[in-house]
């Protein structure tokens, strides 16, 4: 029967949790080695600019949410398709009449 | 991949530990090392957080760089044996950056979550709420275990494969689930910690019976 510690592992190696022990770091670099490659962080050019601005204590949030599960089955109800310009348009033109 | 020996890395590690003495020196050396983990790093953390990155802006990038300072700053920390030869360091500190960007985005979020509420606000006109899924590649490549285990995942709500990597992710043997883990995951999701641990339970025993179904090995009779 499979185990909690081999499912951890195949979660690591496939990328869902963090690759922590050489083994799953082999099977990690594996599948995504190609992509690594491609990847260019931030300060590759500068990398001394880390250690000017120091450890960054906090992050900033893009956008909130309350309920994703329920955005999700309003998006499901939609027939999976996103909200259109046009909806968007009403949308606020209702909400900020409700405003007024 | 991998260019440096464990020779290079150990003097890597030691011009950290100089930075006071000769600053100029563990400058050039942090440069070598960046070049050398920042890719991999960006990967880890990119793959294991996308739900959490669609939400904060430049989170890889504040948790890789929050990572090479926590070593730059403790480098000894790291632990090189004698019997380890280039390719073993190489993949120990793949590992042990890894940890360390687990712990640190463990500490972004929770301060977040205590700074402020997980509430919708649509303030810019243009915007709409419309979270990616996580994606599952189908990839190939992949060995006969981990196929199996894509399949099942795919079989999960997106909720529900959410709150299950977020509870294995603060897995530890023999510890409980950390309360302020469950109290984001609670709030986040709208639900009880009665629910996740339900679901968390649900999702365990498909996989396993996932396992049983589409593999050879069969539990042990007693």
Same mark, same amino acid.
Request: glycine share 2%.
């Given at each position: 029967?499979?185990?909690?510690?081999?499912?951890? @592992?195949?979660?690591?190696? +496939?990328?869902?949790?963090? #690759?922590?022990? #050489?083994?799953?770091?082999?099977?990690?670099?594996?599948?995504?080695?190609?992509?690594?490659?491609?990847?260019?962080?931030?300060?590759?050019?500068?990398?001394?600019?880390?250690?000017?601005?120091? @450890?960054?204590?906090?992050?900033?949030?893009?956008? @909130?949410?309350?309920? #994703?599960?329920?955005?999700?089955?309003?998006?499901?109800?939609?027939?999976?398709?996103?909200?259109?310009?046009?909806?968007?348009? @009403?949308? +606020?033109?209702?909400?900020?009449?409700?405003?007024? | 991949?991998? &260019?440096?020996?464990?020779?290079?890395?150990?003097?890597?590690?030691?011009?950290?530990?100089?930075?006071?003495?000769?600053?100029?020196?563990?400058?050039?050396?942090?440069?070598?090392?960046?070049?050398?983990?920042?890719?991999?790093?960006?990967?880890?953390?990119?793959?294991?957080?996308?739900?959490?990155?669609?939400?904060?802006?430049?989170?890889? =990038?504040?948790?890789?760089?929050?990572?090479?300072?926590?070593?730059?700053? $403790? %480098?000894?920390?790291?632990?090189?044996?004698?019997?380890?030869?280039?390719?073993?360091? =190489?993949?120990?500190?793949?590992?042990?950056?890894?940890?360390?960007?687990?712990?640190?985005?463990?500490?972004?979020?929770?301060?977040?979550?205590?700074?402020?509420?997980?509430?919708?606000?649509? =303030? =810019?006109?243009?915007?709409?709420?419309?979270? %990616?899924?996580?994606?599952?590649?189908?990839?190939?490549?992949? $060995?006969?275990?981990?196929?199996?285990?894509?399949?099942?995942?795919? &079989?999960?709500?997106?909720?529900?494969?959410?709150?299950?990597?977020?509870?294995?992710?603060?897995?530890?043997?023999?510890?409980?689930?950390?309360?302020?883990?469950?109290?984001?995951? &609670?709030?986040?999701?709208? &639900?009880?910690?009665?629910?996740?641990?339900?679901?968390? $339970?649900?999702?365990?025993?498909?996989?396993?019976?996932?396992?049983?179904?589409?593999?050879?090995?069969?539990?042990?009779?007693?």
């Amino acid at each position: 029967m499979i185990q909690i510690n081999n499912i951890l @592992k195949l979660l690591e190696s +496939l990328g869902y949790l963090f #690759p922590t022990n #050489p083994e799953t770091v082999t099977e990690f670099e594996k599948r995504y080695g190609k992509e690594i490659e491609e990847i260019k962080p931030k300060h590759w050019d500068n990398p001394l600019e880390i250690l000017k601005k120091g @450890k960054i204590e906090h992050i900033r949030i893009i956008s @909130k949410i309350k309920n #994703p599960s329920y955005e999700g089955l309003a998006q499901a109800a939609r027939n999976g398709t996103a909200i259109s310009d046009e909806m968007k348009r @009403k949308m +606020l033109e209702d909400r900020n009449n409700a405003k007024d | 991949m991998n &260019t440096l020996k464990k020779a290079e890395l150990e003097e890597i590690l030691l011009k950290f530990s100089y930075k006071e003495e000769n600053e100029l020196e563990a400058h050039k050396a942090f440069t070598i090392f960046y070049h050398e983990y920042s890719k991999y790093l960006s990967k880890v953390v990119f793959e294991a957080k996308r739900a959490a990155i669609y939400f904060y802006e430049d989170l890889v =990038d504040i948790v890789v760089n929050n990572s090479f300072l926590i070593i730059y700053n $403790s %480098p000894l920390d790291f632990n090189i044996e004698d019997q380890d030869c280039d390719l073993d360091v =190489d993949k120990k500190m793949k590992g042990y950056l890894a940890v360390i960007a687990k712990n640190e985005l463990k500490g972004l979020l929770n301060k977040k979550y205590c700074l402020q509420e997980h509430d919708l606000t649509i =303030d =810019d006109k243009d915007f709409s709420f419309d979270p %990616p899924e996580i994606e599952i590649n189908r990839a190939h490549n992949l $060995s006969y275990n981990q196929r199996i285990l894509q399949e099942v995942l795919l &079989t999960f709500s997106e909720r529900d494969r959410l709150i299950l990597l977020s509870v294995y992710d603060c897995h530890e043997v023999g510890k409980k689930r950390p309360k302020d883990i469950m109290a984001w995951l &609670t709030k986040v999701h709208n &639900t009880t910690d009665m629910n996740i641990r339900k679901i968390k $339970s649900r999702c365990d025993k498909k996989i396993k019976e996932y396992f049983e179904r589409n593999t050879t090995l069969k539990p042990l009779k007693r």
